[in-house]
């Protein structure tokens, strides 16, 4: 699959029924997801690999991975509502993944892991601060290797925050449009400049 008819595809998934603005629920935008997962599948990080979807929310990246090849996918949110979108988006696709509700900070939940491959849309904390940081630390537990967005500028935070658990191998800049979606929300699309980050996990 090219990455255009990737980008059409994910295009066609539905979103949120009834965003959360304190779980920060926007879908992830499909040139942005589709960025990502051509990234990772370039590295051969998606094609035949297990890949876990941290956040998945309406199952945007765990879609497309399972399109791009992956062997087994996973997605984990704390929304029941969401997951039951991300099935329905699955089985629009025709790809076969598993959702399960739950807390990202839920160290007694099963994933089925471990992982290859961890992609995620993190929380950017700005109704939470340092929201992040769960998604990150279950990442790192999860998956060898981790593809998340961030707020541009946050590199430095990440690398300070991995030192001695991950390195950075890369960065993608892209932009991240939002929709106007909640009543404090003035523009009708604002863009937000993103980095994806790979971060590789250091063994032990």
């Known amino acids: 699959m090219k990455l255009k008819n990737l980008e059409m ?4 998934l539905d ?3 009834r965003p959360r603005a304190d779980l920060e629920q926007y879908q992830t935008p499909a040139p942005v997801a589709a960025r990502l997962l051509f990234h990772a599948l370039m590295q051969g990080d998606i094609e035949d690999r297990s890949v876990l979807d941290l956040g998945c929310g309406t199952g945007v990246l765990a879609c497309g991975a399972a399109l791009l ?6 997605g984990l949110d704390l929304d029941a509502g969401a997951i039951q979108v991300a099935e ?3 089985a629009r696709c025709g790809v076969t993944a598993t959702f399960i ?3 990202v900070n839920d160290q007694t939940l099963p994933l089925d892991g471990p992982f290859d491959t961890v992609i995620m849309n993190p929380p950017f904390g700005a109704q939470q601060k340092y929201a992040d940081r769960p998604f990150i630390d279950r990442a790192l537990r999860e998956g060898t290797v981790i593809y998340g967005i961030f707020n ?3 590199l430095p935070f990440i690398q300070s925050y991995c030192e001695g658990r991950a390195t950075i191998e890369s960065v993608v800049a892209a932009a991240f449009p939002i929709k106007k979606t909640f009543a404090f929300h003035k523009e009708r699309i604002r863009e937000i400049p993103v ?3 790979l971060l590789r996990r250091i063994e032990a």
Not at 9 to 12: H, I, N, T, W
Not at 69 to 74: K, M
Request: negative net charge; hydrophobic residues 40%.
């Open 9 to 12: 595809a994910l295009e066609k």
């Open 15 to 17: 979103t949120f029924e």
């Open 69 to 74: 090849g992956a062997a087994r996918v996973t």
């Open 88 to 90: 329905a988006n699955a």
């Open 101 to 103: 509700t739950g807390d």
């Open 152 to 154: 541009k500028g946050s």
């Open 195 to 197: 980095e994806i980050v």
